[in-house]
């Protein structure tokens, strides 16, 4: 098979300076790779002047069907991935993560962007600020799409989950993309690449693939371009320190490898629930991928009191895990990826045994239905430390695959002083009922880790796993994990946007953000808006209405009703002594329901249903004899389908002064 690179919309074959691929479990060839010849700077021309500009035309929404189309076609046609990635060392079970995880990322990012996102170009950051006494300067946040290519260099362990979970939030964010899978899985890469193709869902340009290196693409990305990484530290160091990138200021992500630890908590013994969870964590952490996952376990840390019980737990766990061929069902772990890697692996132990005792592991296990000559087959290792507080190589040097060290700590505070010494890990894991020691090591460790995972009886059938990156979740972690962040829903997307500050009068803002913001010019309805289809509602459209007076048999009324009888409302002395009322008021939600009364138009017509409030707060107290008025203005639309949308209204009430008293959104669902 020739993994061929996709370049400005046409296949281009490797050269002869492509490399052999060779299955992980027979060792034979399977694939050729690289071409020393890929004339990147057509690639990237052509991502800019056809993918960006018809990316960026798109909405949101529009980008977010896009997501799932391809998701659907992906999910139709994964069969042929899977059987693909056994050459790999993938068994089935770890392919599910890979690919199934991969589409089931696009899938999310698809919801998301339809849920969180306007239908719209630019999206909004926080609230509005305001810059001057009476409002007329005001300060918003906004998210534009660059007008760049953002360079997408992924590692050999997930060649499918790790393209899509970059290029999902890359091409919801409106951005095209070049794809650099690792060399020594990219045929799977490329299978899965050229579904995408076929599914038809982007425009030409979105995505380009590179089979081998990068040649001078790093020399060639500009200030809008964005490179995001994932691999060993390392390599991030050597790319991110490319002079070309530091001149330039371009964005560089890294999401590296780390010594990820997990911890039993001091309240966890054998024979307990936590207990069988920690060792089923730990050891399907050692043995999914063969332990090739940025994401594993490398350190254990157990109470001195448990820690012996642990260890036979694992091992005996261990020894029960089937190692071989990953196509046949009965196996549980595959190979790693090549012979190289496994080399790469067991050296990288034999510096680790320097500060550690291995208390399982099998020079030459039995292999099922394949030759453990010509496949990168190895044992799961367990090593023990006994004094980690004088063995910096084990919080220093991973070896990434099946190899996991376990250790002893005094207390939490000794416990989470280890998981620090990591130098900053993708995610930590704390098995525990006990609430207070996970806000402990939560206090103590958080800002070295991306992600606290804690698990325990309650949790524990409907928990991902240690290992598992969720698009809804970040994805990253400091110091040696790289410092980035990936996935995370919407914040994912905008890593591939622009933020930038927009300053002006109400008018401008309202303009920019086609969001009504309060204090620009109003448009007086001609016709009622409940009579008006979504469709027809412009931004800023204004209906006014009332006065109502409030009375004292209306606030006793709505109490007596209700069941509401507190004192503010229906004791006149108690209410005077208390700093926010002049005396008896009227219920907040009374005023509710009396402006709903002002406004709304009580005939069938395009506004299907009242889906909710948000931002509710009360300005000033309103007591009998008062007025209210209200004014409802659309503040912004939302098409959800082909027969509805979503109108957020800017509700205002105010008294006989044109003092506020109230306000909110409320959302509305209406007809197209």
């Known amino acids: ?81 899977t059987e693909l990635a056994f050459n790999t060392g993938a068994t ?37 600020e305001q810059l001057s006494r009476n409002g007329s300067f005001l300060g918003h946040h906004i998210y534009t799409s660059k007008p760049g290519v953002a360079v997408h260099i992924n590692a050999y362990n997930f060649p499918v989950w790790g393209m899509l ?64 990484f994932t691999g060993s530290a390392s390599t991030a160091t050597l790319l991110k ?25 001091p309240d966890v013994v054998a024979g307990s629930a936590e207990f069988d969870l920690a060792v089923d964590e730990i050891c399907t952490e050692m043995t999914t991928k063969a332990g090739q996952k940025c994401t594993a376990i490398r350190r254990i840390l157990a109470p001195q009191s448990s820690i012996d019980d642990l260890t036979d737990a694992i091992k005996e766990q261990l020894a029960s895990t ?20 496994r080399d790469d692996v067991q050296q990288t132990t034999r510096q680790l045994l320097t500060r550690a005792t291995a208390v399982y592991s099998d020079a030459k296990p039995e292999i099922n239905g394949a030759d453990i000559e010509t496949g990168a087959f190895m044992s799961p290792v367990l090593l023990r430390c006994n004094d980690p507080d004088n ?22 505070t000794h416990a989470s002083e280890l998981l620090n010494r990591g130098g900053g890990s993708l995610v930590a894991s704390v098995i525990t009922q006990d609430t207070n020691t996970a806000r402990q090591i939560t206090l103590a460790s958080a800002a070295s880790h991306g992600r606290l995972y804690f698990n325990n009886r309650h949790s524990m059938k409907e928990s991902t796993g240690h290992g598992s990156p969720l698009p809804h979740m970040v994805h990253g972690g400091p110091g040696r994990a790289g410092g980035g962040e990936e996935l995370g829903g919407v ?28 204090g620009a010019a109003e448009i007086e309805t001609d016709t009622h808006p409940f009579r008006k289809r979504f469709s027809q509602l412009a931004i ?49 939600y009374l005023l509710l329901s009396f402006a709903a009364g002002l406004f709304v138009d009580p005939d069938p017509g395009p506004v299907l249903a009242n889906t909710g409030l948000e931002g509710l707060s009360f300005q000033k107290p309103v007591s009998a004899g008062d007025s209210i008025s209200v004014s409802l203005i659309v503040k912004r639309k939302t098409k959800r389908n082909d027969d509805y949308g979503e109108v957020r209204w800017h509700v205002r009430l105010h008294n006989q002064n044109d003092e506020q008293v109230a306000s909110y959104e409320l959302h509305t669902m209406n007809q197209l």
């Not at 376990?406 to 207390?411: A, G, K, L, T, V």
């Open 92 to 128: 089935r079970a770890d392919s599910a993560i890979d690919i199934d995880g991969g589409i089931g990322t696009v899938f999310v990012f698809a919801s998301k962007g339809r849920r969180e996102l306007p239908d719209d170009t630019l999206c909004s950051d926080g609230e509005i």
């Open 540 to 588: 800023g459209e204004t209906l006014h209405a009332g006065p109502r007076q409030i009375t004292l048999d209306d606030i006793e009324h709505f109490a007596h009703f209700t069941g509401d009888t507190f004192y503010a409302h229906m004791d006149e002395d108690a209410a005077r002594a208390n700093p926010f009322f002049p005396g008896r008021v009227a219920h907040g």
């Open 322 to 341: 089937r190692i071989g061929d990953p196509a046949l069902e009965t196996t549980r772990m595959g190979a790693l990826v090549s012979t190289a890697q």
């Open 391 to 412: 063995a910096d190589e084990i919080h220093s040097i991973e070896a990434f695959g099946p190899v996991s060290t376990i250790m002893p700590y005094r207390d939490i």
């Open 165 to 228: 979970e970059k290029l999902a939030p890359t091409l919801l964010a409106g951005m095209p993309a070049i794809i650099k899978p690792a060399t020594s899985t990219c045929y799977v890469t490329m299978a899965c690449f050229k579904l995408m193709l076929q599914s038809e869902a982007f425009p030409a340009g979105s995505f380009q693939l590179i089979a081998g290196s990068t040649g001078k693409l790093l020399n060639q990305v500009g200030y809008h371009d964005v490179i995001s």
């Open 1 to 81: 098979m020739n993994v061929d690179s996709y370049i400005a919309g046409h296949w281009q074959a490797p050269d002869d300076s492509a490399v052999v691929l060779r299955s992980a479990v027979t060792g034979q060839a399977v694939a050729r790779a690289g071409n020393a010849t890929l004339d990147t700077q057509a690639m990237l021309d052509y991502a800019r002047t056809n993918g960006g500009p018809a990316l960026r035309e798109m909405t949101f929404h529009d980008r977010a069907r896009a997501l799932k189309k391809m998701a659907t076609y992906l999910n139709d046609h994964k069969h042929s991935l």
């Open 241 to 265: 320190s490319t002079p070309h990138l530091l001149q330039h200021s371009i964005p560089f992500t890294a999401e590296q490898d780390s010594l990820n630890a997990s911890v039993l908590g």
């Open 491 to 518: 914040r994912g997307v905008k890593h591939y946007m622009q933020r930038t500050a927009i300053q002006g009068h109400p008018d401008i803002i309202t303009a920019v953000t086609s969001q009504y913001v309060a």
